[in-house]
């Protein structure tokens, strides 16, 4: 199966700043990545996600590249804001059919 | 956007009994939903597949008697949690998958709160 890592496992960063979430996995075969917003007691929202056949994928203030051969991707945040703050949750697909493996979770903190 | 609705939010129940949530796709037909446990700070752990009209398919760990699904039709997908116990307190999240052309996209239920007293 697909083993999905993640880090860091929580980020502090000043409004304004960006942020940079990480994500490995193992499956060479594995040919999309979603990425998922989770606030505090709410449900995980799709953000942004991409396939394998780009490198990378922007929206507005929030981009995800993608290598390959390296097998990671991460997703950025530019000119983040307050409202930014929550849990962040890669994915990729874990072998099954359309079953995704989440990484742990990265708990962002955007500070005023 | 695709909206998938779970009920109930929150559920208190005695130690020993069931209880039963749902997950229905408001807008969407689908016909695989996932059901997801997740503990405090913790990530998506995912219990087993639901598929329309056939039996789900359980991840390994995940007792089959201990939390029944059923996929009766292409909106509504439930989760049955038998002679709960307080171990069992957790959110449950399912997530219904729509397919398109190009793109099958997971989209998430509020979540259902249980915690068994």
């Known amino acids: 199966g697909e083993n999905v890592e993640q880090h860091p496992s929580t980020l502090s960063v000043q409004e304004g700043d960006s942020a940079v979430i990480k994500c490995t996995y193992s499956?060479?075969?594995?040919?999309?990545f979603p990425w998922y917003k989770q606030e505090l007691g709410k449900r995980p929202q799709l953000i942004i996600d991409?396939?394998?056949?780009?490198g990378e994928k922007k929206d507005q203030r929030i981009a995800v590249t993608l290598n390959k051969t390296a097998k990671h991707f991460s997703l950025h945040i530019t000119e983040t804001q307050p409202e930014d703050s929550a849990v962040y949750f890669c994915?990729?697909?874990?072998?099954?059919?359309?079953?995704?493996?989440f990484g742990i979770g990265t708990k962002l903190q955007v500070i005023p | 956007g695709a909206v998938v609705s779970q009920h109930p939010s929150r559920v208190i129940c005695k130690s020993g009994t069931s209880v039963k949530i749902e997950c229905r796709s408001l807008?969407?037909?689908?016909?695989?939903m996932f059901w997801y446990r997740q503990f405090p700070k913790q990530s998506l752990m995912l219990m087993a597949t639901?598929?329309?009209?056939?039996?789900?398919?359980?991840e390994q760990g995940v007792e089959k008697d201990k939390f029944l699904i059923n996929h009766a039709s292409l909106t509504l997908s439930t989760l049955t949690v038998t002679s709960a116990h307080p171990e069992d307190s957790s959110f449950y999240i399912c997530?219904?998958?729509?397919?398109?052309?190009?793109?099958?996209?997971?989209?998430f239920g509020p979540g259902t709160r249980l915690t068994v007293l």
């Open positions: 499956d060479s075969a594995s040919n999309y």
């Open positions: 991409i396939r394998s056949n780009v």
């Open positions: 994915a990729a697909p874990s072998g099954g059919y359309q079953k995704v493996t």
């Open positions: 997530s219904a998958l729509r397919t398109g052309l190009s793109t099958d996209t997971q989209y």
């Open positions: 807008d969407f037909q689908a016909t695989t």
């Open positions: 639901s598929n329309e009209g056939s039996k789900a398919t359980y």
